[in-house]
């Protein structure tokens, strides 16, 4: 008599449960995985042009690439440039992409293709050191005047944010004074500020952003003023000083690194151009798991057929969470426990109508068969043994029936599991001597419905792309199926059944 | 389409099949007893030594080579029943009432040859009719000659007592009377009457077939209201007595009165139905609550089968 409490088992269903949801939660946040199919992803495809006269000597291109910018994840990255040697050279942070090549004369073309996807969650990288200001001699008369303002900007300000917003705007041509007047001409002005900034104690540099605008061609950077405000670099507008990285702006180059370097050429010039492209969502995840290193975690890494294998075998679940809410809750009645999963598993190969088709045949020719070798009096294990032979000969005939009338479906029928077909027949038959033909009917019917119930839920496209890309929620359907072993109440069916006791209320 | 609610099955104590399985079955029986009661020849053997009679056992068929044994043993028979050691609700038995030289005669009438239930008997060792269709035994028993007073109410069968026993406590009983639909045989869902009768004093309550009440045997044309079974008492000590032969806690008890020997057991099963209610009038749970909460048991069949007659007497 166990009468323990149910507690435990009630923690662990719920820890189950919790497990598998959350676990694919986390999988859907960390590497993107959609948790519907045919989802969209915008991916912005950057391509940069350098163009030079290559003065007939060795010629050494350097161009500055992103890493990691503020609010894009980088995808993939390429260059094409026919004849060059190239590679990607990373230095403290500093990426560059060198293109070389041993003589050359005469104007030449560079080209370097990467994509970006949007990600609000993605951060640049924060500085390993403090940077350090960089102190600026100023001459008289520059130097009263530098101080006067950097003193304005500083009384109407608190922070190095605000002492920054103030200077911008003092320095603009509507509230010039004529200290600024003195220092400010249109070609010096970002790096003036940047210099009085560091002057006055906070690390300043500029940055260069690409406005990503789709299908725009020969577009340059704009330049930013950032600074350090003890933990990150923020960006400012140097004319309005609006604080912050705008929407759809792309940070191609941060910090002191020149955009481009070229040796062994002249009028060298950098150009953008930018198309925005749609990525399923599903392809996206899956090429930043083999980048991210998570890809361990799911199925894409077997081999395609194994994968194929396993998109069988994880609806599986699907179809006995299907046959145990059938059974226990609504109460229909099938024959053998779990063959409707299995009649719904060759559904899922065949589709529905033409495997119901091949199904009824067989079964019915099986079922007038097993009449007559009932009439030969062979022991049980014989007989079974020869309706399962009986049972390839019925598939393999329809087979080649089908074929010749132009069926491909007559094909199909062999996804059937031939066992189980056999058994079927053998029980069938055996329920109709012994409980008449309406029982076989009751539980025939009953199995198909619920096979057929179980082939909606499987073959549903959102079944088979949660169950594969999210093995982690057949926790869950355990745990459901736990779940229901307990329920101990009504069976839809019973309230049917027990209908006549209206009368003892 | 009709249906009752949830909240009026509670308040009739109806007990459904996901709790019985959960909270009966899975609870009170252990599964080392269950070869008891799933094979017929260890269920005469264990509880013959609590002093519980069964049919008279006359042959038992274990090998094919055995078969050939068979007809010389039937050859001086009358009427007799072969039964699988490990069927289940009734499926594979077959009585045989009489002779007409070399055929048998069926329960149903219908006239076989010998070679007919030798091939049965083949069926039966190879385990068609078996539980998990393992090979089984074939038992032939003496034919039970119902008694003449319950005989007549039943159609072409012997009308058989289903008694639930919950730990070692009788009940809910319901007398099981076949018809032409069940093919003498005595399972309601294949068409058999269910009577329902009083624990407290073998009289019957109200009867159903196919789970709607009726009042008259449709083959019989008898009325059902006023049955009597005679030797009540000794019936319900009988039944809790088959607690201890096999430590089944919830269990069917099948019991037929022979005409000749009395009340016999036919059959024990651990997964009794749940039509025995619709038969009553009445669910199971209050009862089987108000056994569960006793604070001790009582000791013997008689103490217990006592104490049913008394709490679930219908009044």
Known sequence: MTNRSRLPFYIAVLLLIATGISLAIWRHIELGIPWLTGEQRPVWMVEARVDFDATNESVLASLKVPGQPPGFRLLSEQAASPGYGFSIIEKSGNRRAEWTKRSVSGPQTLYFKAQFVPDTTAKSVLPITTPETRRVFWEEPQATAVREILERARERSSTPESMTRELIRLMQPDTRTQNTTLLVAEENYLELLVDMLNHSGIPARTADGLKLEDARRRQSLMTFLQIYDGQQWLTFDPQSAEQGVPENLLLWREGSASLLDVVGGDNSEVSFSMLRQTVPALQLATMQFESTGLGFLSFYELPIEEQSMFRMLLLLPLGALVVAFMRIVIGVRTSGTFMPVLIAVAFVQTTLVPGLIAFLAVVAIGLLMRGYLSSLNLLLVSRISALIILVIFITAGLSIIGYQMGFNTGMTVTFFPMVIIAWTIERMSILWEEEGGREVLVQGTGSLFVAICAYLLMSAPLAGHLTFNFPELHLAILGLILLMGQYTGYKLSELKRFTPMKVYD | ?315
């Open chain 2, 1 to 315: 389409m009709d249906w009752i609610s949830p909240r009026r099955l509670n308040r009739l104590g109806m007990l459904n099949m996901n709790r019985r399985n959960v909270d009966y079955i899975a609870r009170y029986n252990e599964r080392s007893s269950y070869p008891f009661v799933d094979n017929k020849l260890k269920t005469k053997l264990a509880v013959a030594e609590y002093g519980v009679k069964t049919p008279k056992l006359l042959q038992v068929v274990r090998q094919q080579h055995e078969i050939s044994h068979f007809r010389e043993m039937a050859e001086g028979l009358e009427g007799f029943a072969i039964k699988p050691a490990k069927g289940s609700g009734g499926k594979g038995i077959t009585v045989i009432t009489g002779r007409d030289n070399e055929e048998y005669i069926k329960a149903s009438s219908a006239r076989v040859d010998a070679p007919y239930l030798e091939r049965h008997l083949t069926n039966i060792l190879a385990g068609l009719y078996s539980l998990a269709g393992t090979p089984d035994v074939a038992i032939v028993e003496n034919l039970v000659e119902s008694a003449p007073s319950l005989a007549r109410y039943s159609f072409q069968g012997v009308p058989d007592i289903r008694i639930v026993v919950f730990q070692g406590y009788p009940v809910m009983a319901m007398l099981r009377l076949a018809t032409t639909a069940s093919d003498g045989k005595a399972n309601l869902h294949q068409g058999a009457v269910g009577v329902g009768l009083d624990i407290g004093s073998g009289k019957s309550l109200n009867a159903v077939q196919y789970n709607r009440p009726i009042t008259l045997h449709p083959d019989t044309g008898l009325a059902l209201e006023n049955i009597e079974i005679e030797a009540w008492g000794e019936m319900l000590e009988m039944a809790s007595r088959c607690y201890e032969a096999t430590g089944l806690g919830y269990m069917g008890v099948d019991l037929v009165v022979d005409a000749t020997e009395g009340p016999l057991l036919l059959e024990l099963n651990a997964r009794p139905g749940l039509a025995i209610q619709m038969a009553n009038g009445r669910g199971l749970l209050p009862r089987l609550r108000s056994i569960e909460s006793l604070k001790r048991l009582h000791f013997t069949p008689q103490e217990r089968a006592d104490f049913a007659m008394r709490t679930f007497a219908a009044l």
